[in-house]
């Protein structure tokens, strides 16, 4: 598990506050363009062992991949992008993706 993630429980305050401060948004009724990192970069390894690294990255994969498929579903509308391996900053990550994503969806709504 990566060091920002290591002691990390659904009953510490933190947690407890983003979790009481979740809402579902499924009635959107604009267009929408998501960009999802799947999976997420999680920058190099810490010294894990290589198969239990890439078990670390596959259930990232698949959860992060549940959110986006929910996502989509919900708001059929929406244009979902999946870009792998990007991070936090996925903006800055894969600025040419992002970019070129946002220039379609604007031209799109022409």
Do not use: C
Not at 44 to 53: E, Q, R
């Amino acid at each position: 598990m990566p060091p920002a993630w290591r002691g990390a429980q659904e009953t510490d305050p933190i947690s407890l506050a983003i979790k009481a401060g979740e809402q579902k948004y499924i009635d959107i009724r604009v267009p929408v363009l998501a960009i999802f990192a799947i999976p997420n970069d999680l920058g190099p390894n810490p010294g894990m062992d290589p198969a239990a690294w890439a078990a670390f990255e596959a259930r990232d994969a698949v959860k992060l991949g549940a959110q986006a498929d929910a996502f989509e579903k919900a708001i059929p509308s929406a244009r979902v992008i999946r870009l792998p391996h990007a991070n936090h900053y996925i903006f800055l990550s894969n600025e040419a993706e992002v970019l070129h994503a946002m220039i379609a969806f604007s031209a799109s709504l022409r």
